[in-house]
């Protein structure tokens, strides 16, 4: 399994990108997964459902299974955010693992940056920055991709991609 990041200041367009590059990826024959990072609280829940209920008593774990999907759910109650490396552990075997965020984590990234966003380039202070998706030109020796070139992103998130067992060993 090989695992590439997309890394960005929020409002960047991360999100909106990787869902127009996996349909690309899977047309070639890849099976992909993706970690999110949140900075916030979120539910992916429903108040008053089974499975809510039992978090809300106090289950630490809580996993719904149908004939279509499971989902797992763990509180962390007291705990620390479970850093990156615990989280690739947990992730089933894929052709690709793209995470999106953990912008300060020891990682192969693209950064995605849009100048109407106003926010400074990550890549001058970040090493583990291998290219660039923007709407801007920077000065930089990186490769530089256009933000709506998805054909040649997608192809870089594979060119880019590193064994996870090389992210774990740190």
Excluded: C
């Excluded at 992909?32 to 809300?56: L, N």
């Excluded at 499971?70 to 552990?89: I, K, N, S, V």
């Amino acid at each position: 399994m090989k695992l590439i990041g997309l890394a960005g200041w929020s409002g960047a367009g991360k999100t909106t990108l990787l869902t127009r590059v996996i349909p690309h990826l899977v047309a070639r024959g890849l099976k992909v997964s993706t970690i999110k990072h949140a900075h916030h609280s979120f539910d992916v829940d429903v108040p008053g459902k089974d499975s809510y209920r039992h978090r809300e008593a106090g289950a630490t774990e809580v996993l719904i299974s149908s004939g279509k999907r499971f989902a797992l759910m763990h509180e962390l109650r007291d705990e620390a955010e479970w850093p990156l490396a615990d989280l690739l552990r947990k992730m089933s075997p894929v052709d690709l693992l793209i995470i999106e965020g953990f912008k300060r984590d020891n990682h192969p990234k693209i950064e995605v940056h849009r100048a109407e966003n106003g926010k400074p380039f990550l890549f001058p202070d970040d090493a583990n920055i291998v290219a660039v998706a923007s709407d801007a030109q920077p000065d930089t020796k990186l490769p530089l991709i256009h933000i709506d070139e998805i054909e040649r992103i997608a192809a870089t998130m594979i060119e880019k991609a590193v064994p996870v067992s090389d992210v774990l060993r740190g």
